[in-house]
């Protein structure tokens, strides 16, 4: 199993080289996959999010079982935005927010239970689910504010918490398998 510092403060924190090494590599794969998931030819637009939601997630939370250590959710998730930034058709400036948001309620999340996403299916699937209830309202003001998009709420929240909720929780769900595996 992992070992797991979300429950302890102090020196031991700190992130090492390897710990920023795997930080890197999981949030350039964050920002390389919603580059990418851009350019599946799926047939109605903004359907790419089933691709790259659960990847978005089990890349994060890979890379917080793997690491282990407090705050490494919000990092993933700030290094992501920011290297998303810099490629085309990569996380754009309105998704740095909501990976950043992401990262902290999975960071909080986790530090609250006191476990890691190694320990168990359900803590993984829950830290997965999780941060869709607080990024779903970030989204909505998004798409009408900045992209003028319209669509009922219920509808809206039917497709952002139900679907994106599902998708999220079987990324944290597949991170899981990957901790347990990688992390011997």
Not at 36 to 57: C, D, E, K, M, S
Request: glycine residues 12%.
């Amino acid at each position: 199993m992992v070992k797991s510092n979300y429950n302890v403060y102090g020196r031991g924190d700190r992130f090492t080289t390897k710990d920023l090494a795997r930080i890197v590599f999981f949030s350039v794969l964050i920002a390389i996959s919603k580059a990418t998931t851009q350019f599946v030819p799926i047939p109605v637009a903004g359907l790419h999010g089933i691709l790259y939601v659960p990847l978005l997630t089990m890349f994060m939370l890979t890379g917080v079982g793997l690491v282990g250590k407090a705050w490494t959710a919000t990092t993933i998730g700030f290094v992501a935005g920011v290297v998303g930034l810099a490629l085309p058709g990569g996380p754009g400036v309105l998704d740095l927010p909501m990976l950043v948001i992401t990262g902290i309620v999975v960071d909080l999340f986790l530090m609250a239970v006191r476990r890691n996403i190694g320990d168990s299916v359900a803590v993984a699937a829950i830290a997965g689910f999780l941060p869709v209830l607080f990024t779903t309202w970030f989204m909505l003001w998004g798409l009408r504010v900045v992209f003028g998009v319209r669509m009922p709420l219920m509808t809206f929240l039917l497709i952002f918490i139900v679907l994106h909720g599902a998708l999220s929780a079987l990324g944290g769900v597949i991170a899981h398998g990957l901790v347990r595996r990688l992390g011997r």
